[in-house]
């Protein structure tokens, strides 16, 4: 296993991930214990040591699983990290409740790592409000050694992360941040890495393989990384292309089965970063791929200027390429959620105003009807 430092730590550059462990049947609360009891025992004998869950993981359920499967081993031979559930606007005002139950259901009477979870546009108010208490009460937990590391995830844009740095980044410590090669440009990744290491922040990586997404590629791209190193696995070509990133200390994986587990562990013995050559052109087959999928939208914002609803049109159709390009997931919902009800998607006239000054002849309405069918807003 390679082992990246953190201040005065070693960590595993692979982490586990407890958000998608194997399920018994349908439901997400339904974990196979056993079988996850055999992958947590793996994991821990190859080196493993960093382990990560979260209150609204598994509905719930996966604190109390990590509090029953890690206690088995000794509590100094690993590290643990949990978060804040402030996606949810309503556990703003509970973070004693929450924190102090999150010890119990995880058995522990501390976190190596607490984060701020999902900073975005929705919460970032909220967060930032001082009546909520929020950053005071963590503070106080870690000053009497129940958090040993404070930091945040975020799948915000590069402004909120901005923002948040500007009104607590001197109290954090690192940032968990959605980073592969699809989004390298795609979500601005590129950018924002550059801030958090302005910031002098490293980076944990969450997604990086897109929910899953990323372990297969196109017959075009495969074709690409085979030419460009023949040994080198589909899910391989993500994880070296992030152990290229001299920001990234640590890549969280949410593995379901013991084969993903094994995979994951056998290409994270060695480091292997892709060079600039291979690194450049895995981005560009990525942009590629992007761009023949996606509304060609340049985001020149003609429309914003002529939709009498004043909706941000461009947003919606970055939202909509997101969420077709990647097969869905929440990333889109949770953006449109965080507007006023009279500035999302459905809102659109079909007035066609837009479409008359679009340079590239989109045709807007159509889709900003398709996408609000696609997120149910």
């Not at 208490?133 to 799948?155: C, E, M, N, P, V």
């Not at 990586?205 to 897109?210: D, K, S, T, Y």
């Not at 590629?288 to 002529?306: D, F, I, M, Q, R």
């Not at 809102?347 to 066609?352: E, G, L, P, W």
């Amino acid at each position: 296993m390679i082992y990246k430092p953190f201040q005065d730590l070693q960590l595993s550059a692979l982490g586990l991930g407890m958000m998608r462990l194997p399920l018994q049947g349908k439901e997400e609360a339904d974990i196979d214990e056993a079988l996850t009891a055999e992958m947590i025992g793996y994991a821990y004998e190859k080196g493993v040591n960093y382990y990560d869950t979260a209150w609204g993981y598994h509905d719930g359920n996966s604190e109390w699983v990590a509090g029953r499967l890690l206690s088995r081993y000794p509590r100094e031979s690993y590290y643990l990290a949990s978060k804040f559930p402030g996606y949810d606007l309503a556990n703003m005002d509970k973070v004693e409740e929450i924190f102090t139950k999150q010890l119990e259901k995880c058995q522990t009477p501390y976190f190596d790592f607490y984060l701020f979870h999902n900073v975005y546009e929705g919460n970032i108010r909220e967060y930032l409000n001082p009546q909520n208490g929020i950053l005071d009460y963590l503070l106080r937990q870690k000053a009497q050694g129940k958090i040993r590391h404070l930091g945040f995830s975020t799948h915000g844009s590069l402004e909120t992360i901005r923002e948040f740095l500007e009104a607590y980044g001197a109290h954090m410590e690192f940032c968990q941040l959605q980073l592969n090669y699809l989004d390298w440009h795609f979500q601005d990744a590129q950018q924002k890495v550059a801030l958090l290491k302005e910031a002098g922040l490293p980076v944990w990586v969450m997604e990086p393989l897109r929910g899953g997404k990323l372990a297969q590629a196109s017959q075009e791209m495969t074709a690409h990384m085979r030419q460009m190193r023949p040994e080198e696995t589909v899910p391989g070509w993500a994880f070296r292309f992030l152990q290229a990133i001299p920001e990234v200390t640590l890549v969280l994986s949410g593995m379901s089965n013991m084969e993903q587990l094994q995979e994951n562990i056998r290409i994270f013995q060695e480091n292997k970063p892709l060079r600039p050559e291979e690194f450049a052109a895995l981005v560009r087959l990525a942009d590629n791929e992007v761009e023949k999928a996606g509304v060609p939208c340049t985001a020149c914002h003609y429309c914003l200027s002529h939709c009498p609803q004043g909706l941000p049109i461009a947003d919606f159709i970055a939202w909509y390429n997101e969420h077709k390009i990647t097969g869905g997931g929440f990333l889109a919902p949770m953006s449109v959620s965080a507007l006023p009800e009279e500035k999302r998607p459905d809102k659109c006239i079909a007035c066609h105003s837009c479409e008359q000054v679009c340079p590239q002849q989109i045709q807007i309405a159509n889709v900003l009807s398709d996408f609000s069918q696609m997120i149910g807003m």
